[in-house]
C-alpha cells in the first residue's frame, strides 16, 4: 500500500518569504504521479503542481516549485515570495499510473504572515 | 470556463436516512472520482467512474452505492446514513486519458444528526 507522510503539521512565513513543505511516501511502484494540493478556507480542493515519477526535471508552475528526489522518496513543496492568499492547508498526494485511487497525506497548515 | 458541479451544497440528515450527492462533470470530461473528506482529515479516495462503469473503487462502505449516467453526472448514493457519514464530499472530474489532471468540485457538506 502506499502512504504519503507530511511531517509538518502547521507552518509559517512571512509574506514575501520562501517557504518549503516536506512530503515523503513510501511505494514499490516504478510509475506514478505526485501532487500538491491547495485547500483555503473556502475548502475548494486546487491542484497546486504534479509531477510524473518517470520525469527528472522538477517541475515548476509561477512561484511554486517541486524537489523531487525519487529514490529517497521525497516530494517537497517551495513556495516562492509568498502572499497573504497561499493561506492554506496543502495536501501532498500520490497516485499509481493506471489507478484512479488518489492517497493524500494528512495536510500541512500553511500561514502567511503580513 | 465551467467547473465541477455538485448539488446540493449542503445536505443535513438525521442517522438511518439516506441521501444522494450528484456531480455534473466538466463538459468533455468522461471520468468521475468521489473522495470523502472527514473533518480534521484529508480526502480519502471512495470510487471512480469511466463512461458508466466503475474503473477503480476505494474505501466505500458497502451503505454506499454510486453510477454514472450517460451524460456523464454521476450520483453517490448513501444509506443508513451513520453520525460519522458527516463529511465534506467531494466529486472531480478529467479525461480518462489524464487522471493526474483531476479537477474538483466544491464539495458537499453532508451532516448527519
Known amino acids: 500500500a502506499q502512504t504519503v507522510t507530511q511531517s509538518q503539521p502547521e507552518m509559517s512565513v512571512q509574506e514575501a518569504e520562501t517557504v518549503t513543505l516536506s512530503c515523503t511516501y513510501d511505494?514499490?511502484?516504478?510509475?506514478?504521479?505526485l501532487f500538491w494540493y491547495k485547500q483555503p478556507p473556502s475548502r475548494q480542493m486546487i491542484l497546486v503542481i504534479r509531477?510524473?515519477?518517470?520525469?527528472?526535471q522538477n517541475a515548476t508552475e509561477n512561484r511554486f516549485s517541486v524537489n523531487f528526489q525519487k529514490a529517497a522518496k521525497s516530494f517537497s513543496l517551495k513556495i516562492s515570495d509568498s502572499q497573504l492568499g497561499d493561506t492554506a492547508m496543502y495536501f501532498c498526494?500520490?497516485?499509481?499510473?493506471?489507478?484512479?485511487?488518489?492517497?493524500f497525506g494528512a495536510g500541512t497548515r500553511l500561514t502567511v504572515k503580513p | 470556463a465551467a467547473g465541477v458541479i455538485q448539488s446540493p451544497r449542503h445536505l443535513i440528515k438525521e442517522k438511518r436516512e439516506t441521501a444522494t450527492l450528484k456531480c455534473y462533470p466538466i463538459?468533455?470530461?468522461?471520468?468521475v472520482y468521489w473522495y470523502q473528506q472527514g473533518p480534521g482529515q484529508d480526502p480519502q479516495f471512495l470510487i471512480s467512474?469511466?463512461?458508466?462503469?466503475?474503473?477503480d473503487k476505494g474505501s466505500i462502505p458497502d451503505r454506499f452505492s454510486a453510477q454514472q449516467f450517460s451524460d456523464y453526472h454521476s450520483e453517490l448514493n448513501m444509506s443508513s446514513l451513520e453520525l460519522g457519514d458527516s463529511a465534506l464530499y467531494f466529486c472531480?472530474?478529467?479525461?480518462?486519458?489524464?487522471?493526474?489532471?483531476?479537477?474538483f468540485g466544491p464539495g458537499t457538506r453532508l451532516t448527519v444528526l
Open positions: 498526494a500520490f497516485m499509481k499510473h493506471n489507478n484512479n485511487d488518489m492517497r
Open positions: 509531477q510524473e515519477a518517470y520525469k527528472q
Open positions: 463538459p468533455r470530461h468522461d471520468t
Open positions: 472531480a472530474s478529467s479525461l480518462q486519458g489524464s487522471p493526474d489532471t483531476q479537477y
Open positions: 467512474f469511466y463512461e458508466k462503469m466503475q474503473s
Open positions: 511505494t514499490s511502484e516504478n510509475n506514478y504521479y
